[in-house]
């Protein structure tokens, strides 16, 4: 069965700094994969995705992913934090690209530090 | 102009009360969804509907009960509610089953 790894439930940075939020998944075939991202009272929104292709993906926000296969990663980046970027992040993964068989990682909170 | 809209926002109510969750698109999309997030956050897909059709339904009890009037609106029923069930929970639309997914803002249920 697929399933996804969100390392840290809580991820805690000061503005202007490096974020690195950590993905892992299961899996014994190409999977597709995205990041979520929920703020406070509100549903949640696709910030990049990856199916086939470059492996180094850009999103919304200046936030990008890379696959490694090797390593079975899939981990958001930004060289930048900004207050804005406080919310909860998903990561998720399917493996023929339905959403009716995407599967939710638990979730990191990231806060930003002023 | 809010892209899927649910209502209520909030919902209290007793145990064993049934209750309603309205969800609208207005997207165009064909495919619509509820998810339950659970106070982990959580999040796990219940029901999925294309053109009006069923073509998920993950293990939830009878008592919940989805219904797709047309293609932008899916709503949902819970009859004789739980503790369990108090949850958020999210409606989301798609262009195809494998579109981008577009939530709502979540409809938060708790049961007392």
Same mark, same amino acid.
């Given at each position: 069965a697929q399933s996804v790894t969100q390392l840290g439930s809580h991820v805690s @940075?000061?503005?202007?700094? %490096?974020? %690195? $939020?950590?993905?892992? &998944?299961?899996?014994?075939?190409?999977? &597709? /994969?995205?990041?979520? @991202?929920q703020y406070p009272n509100q549903g949640l929104q696709l910030l990049l995705k990856y199916t086939t292709g470059a492996t180094l993906v850009k999103g919304i926000n200046g936030f990008e992913a890379e696959f490694?296969?090797?390593? *079975?990663?899939?981990? $958001?980046?930004?060289?930048?934090?900004?207050?804005?970027? #406080?919310?909860?992040?998903?990561?998720? @993964? *399917?493996?023929?690209? !339905?959403?009716?068989? %995407?599967?939710? !990682?638990? !979730? *990191?909170? /990231?806060t930003i530090i002023p | 102009d809010t892209a899927v809209s649910q209502t209520p926002k909030y919902l209290v109510t007793q145990m064993g009360n049934d209750k309603s969750i309205k969800c609208e698109q207005n997207l165009g999309h064909d495919t619509m &969804?509820?998810?339950?997030?659970?106070?982990?956050?959580? /999040?796990?897909i219940m029901f999925s509907y294309n053109n009006?059709? +069923?073509?998920?339904?993950? *293990?939830?009890?009878?008592?919940f009960s989805p219904k797709s009037p047309d293609?932008?609106?899916?709503? /949902?029923h819970i009859n004789? +509610?739980? +503790?369990?069930?108090? #949850?958020? &929970?999210?409606?989301?639309?798609s262009l195809g089953r494998a579109g981008e997914l577009f939530f709502g803002e979540g409809s938060r249920l708790t049961v007392l």
């Open positions: @940075v000061s503005e202007g700094a %490096l974020v %690195l $939020l950590r993905c892992n &998944y299961s899996s014994s075939v190409p999977p &597709y /994969l995205f990041w979520y @991202v490694k296969k090797s390593e *079975t990663s899939f981990h $958001l980046t930004k060289p930048s934090a900004h207050m804005s970027d #406080a919310a909860e992040y998903f990561c998720a @993964v *399917t493996f023929n690209f !339905g959403n009716e068989k %995407l599967t939710f !990682g638990t !979730g *990191t909170r /990231l | &969804y509820w998810y339950k997030q659970d106070s982990k956050k959580f /999040l796990k009006k059709e +069923l073509i998920i339904n993950e *293990t939830v009890p009878n008592r293609k932008a609106h899916l709503n /949902l004789s +509610l739980e +503790l369990g069930d108090s #949850a958020v &929970y999210f409606c989301a639309s």
